[in-house]
Structures are given as C-alpha cells and as structure tokens.
C-alpha cells in the first residue's frame, strides 16, 4: 500500500482531484491510500464546498484555511502548513494539479524535504510570464518526478525545456519521468454529462433555451483589474446581447463580482445591471455548469478549464486572453484568441454564428486517464 497525499485549493483544483479520487476507490482501493489536504484557496461555499457532495469527493483530512491574500503571503502561509503535514503523513508522493499558489506551495513545500511530486496538467505554457499562474506551472514542473501532461503540446513544451523521453526508472526529480496521458477534466466531464442535465434545472431557473444563449466566465486577474479590459469585455457583450437579442448568462467568479462597480464605467455598469439580456448569478455547481455548457451555442471565458469543457461538448468558444495554453482548440478552428478587444469579439461572434461544421477531434484521451495516472504512481513509488 502507497500512500499519496493530494492538495487541492482553488475551484478547478477540487473538480480535477475529483476523477483521480474516484478511480483510487474504483480501482486502486486495495493499493493506494490517498489523503486530502485542502489549502482553503478558495472557501465560499459556492467555490468549495458544493463541489464535494456533487462530485463525491471524500472530506479533506486537513484543511488550512489559507482563505485570501497577496501572492507571498498566500503562498508562504500554505507552505508552512503542508510541510507540517507532509512531515507528519511521510506520503510516497505529492499530487498536485493545474497552476495555482497552492500548486506553488505544494511543490515548494515537499520537494525542499524530498517527498517526490507529482504534477498533473503538466507542461501547459502560456508563454506570458505576467501571468501568476505561469510561474507556478513552471515551478512546479520542474520540482517534478512524474509529470502527466493532457496534451501533446504539453508535453512538447516539457521537451523544449530540456525534459527527456527517454529516463528509465527509479525516477526522481533529478531524472523525472513525463507522460502525455490525457485529461482528467476529460474523464470528469464524461462521467458527469448524462446526470448533469437530469439533476439540474438551471436552465428553466434563468429562463434560457436550449441552444439560444452565451454562457460566459470572466476572472483572470488582468480582466478584472484592469478597467480598461473589463469595460470592452462588458461592452462587447452587453453589445452582441443588446444586438442578437440574445441572452448571455455568467456565473460569476466572486473576483470578478466584487470588482464590476468599481471598475466599470457607471454607465455601462448600469446597463449591465438592467439589461434583459445579460443574466449575472452567483458561481454554480460543476453539475450546473456542465448543463450550461451544453446546451449554450456559444461560450466566451478567460478560464482554461471552461474553454476545454466548451471543446469536449462541441461548443465554438471565444477567448478572451492574449494567449491560450490550449493551443489545438484555437489550431482546429473552434476557438478564438481575442484578448479584451472589443472589435475582434465582435467579429468572433459573428464568425461563429455563421460557422458551418466546427471541429471537435477527440484530443484529451479515452475517459480514463485518472486509472493510467494511478496505476503509473502505483508502479513507481511501490517499488521504491
Ligand atoms: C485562482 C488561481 C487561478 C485559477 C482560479 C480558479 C492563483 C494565482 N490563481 O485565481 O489560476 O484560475 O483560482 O478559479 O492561484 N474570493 C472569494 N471567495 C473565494 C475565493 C476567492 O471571495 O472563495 C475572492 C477574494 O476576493 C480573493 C479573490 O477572489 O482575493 C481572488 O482569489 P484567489 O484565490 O487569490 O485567485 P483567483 O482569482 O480565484
Ligand atoms: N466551474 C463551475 N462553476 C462555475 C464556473 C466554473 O463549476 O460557476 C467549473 C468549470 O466547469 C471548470 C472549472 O470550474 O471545471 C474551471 O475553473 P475556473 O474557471 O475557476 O479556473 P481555471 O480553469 O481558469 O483555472
């Protein structure tokens, strides 16, 4: 038996921790012990907790109630207690997922007393250092032993930076071990579509008809700090909304909604707030968002999660960044890069309002990569 220790902390990291946990106790009960650390990243409970009873996940053993703060403090304050537990637990292994200071902490707290890392969604690269979320990934991959990247271009990225395909084990960060395996966002996304939209009536609760509406995500920290990004997002939407007379729903990122009548002009925040049209609500459930992005025509989002989920149910998705770490959905034509410029969203809603036979390949593996990913941690660390 191996024990694994998994952090998870913000939304995203809760719902992908989710397909891994489900496969240790679907297949790996007898041989893998794991042990759930929550950093407290993120606490409403429409951002934490809702996510554990829907998807299953078992209750954090420890939570460190990190709650909010600068980058440094955040992150120092999680380090500190990870590597309490850590040195309690002694796991065979970290697990940590995507991008965020609780990746950071995470991999910083347990490779300083060697207790190898695991790091799933590895290799992703923006290529835009401004972005917190780049430092962390970076960091974290190469603190790694194992490293499961869910794309090829991931994975070509851990080869650009001098990552090597041909280690042979007992891996270590010294002579790690990286995989292109598929997505566990995947995996999670299949399970959970056919009980999503029977368990859900979000979309008779906003008065939105299958296929005819936008659901979109803003919350990446240059959009909604910066009052010029925000206003042409808002702008752009409240005009394409306004235009189409088309609903467009957003699920709010409680960052996002703290900051609209502060960084929006007055004017547009008004229209915002009485338009017919535009339908703000309060974060929802993965099983909430999963009807949403199924039945939308259209999805437009700053998230890298929401932009992957648009993709795998074959929904045309408008960017709104500079850059994406999924480049093959912008390479197969059913993703736009617009940054916050209100023109080209515009002209990317038009494009695909008209577009005929939009491609969705099956790019993010079989539904399974969570069993591959375990039974790949079960071979090197039971050995050691
Ligand atoms: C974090 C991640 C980002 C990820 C996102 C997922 C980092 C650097 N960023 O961004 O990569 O895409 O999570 O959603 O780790 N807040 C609440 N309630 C909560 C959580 C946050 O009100 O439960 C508010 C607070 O005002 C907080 C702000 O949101 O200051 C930002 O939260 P934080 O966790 O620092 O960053 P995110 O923008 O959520
Ligand atoms: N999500 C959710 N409810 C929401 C918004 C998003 O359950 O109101 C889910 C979404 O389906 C995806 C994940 O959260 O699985 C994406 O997280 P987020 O956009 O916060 O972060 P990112 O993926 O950009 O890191």
Redesign the pocket.
Known sequence: MIKILTII?????IIKAAALSRAVRGSFSDSIKEIIVHTG????E???GVFFDELDIPRPDYNLNA???S?GK?TAFMIEGIEEILQKEKPNAIILY???????AGAIAASKIHVPVVHIEAGLRSFNKA???EI?RIMCDHASTLLFSPTRAGYDNLLKEGFKEDNRAPYTADNPKIYHCGDVMYDNSLHFSAVAEQQSDILEKNGLEKNNFILSTI???NN?DEPERLNALFSAMNAIAEENKLKVVLPL???T??LLSQNLSSELYSKIKTSRFIIIIPPVSFLEMIALEKNASLVMTD???VQKEAFFFKKPCIILRSETEWVELVNCGSAKIVDANEKKIKEAFIYFNNAKDLQFPQLFGDGKSSEFICSEILKTFSTK
């Open positions: 902390g913000a939304r995203p990291q990243q993120h606490y409403d429409n951002m934490s709650g909010s703060g980058h955040q995507g991008d965020t200071n609780s990746t950071l972005m917190p979320e962390n919350h990446r920290n909604t990122h409680p960052r909604a703290k998230s890298g999660g």
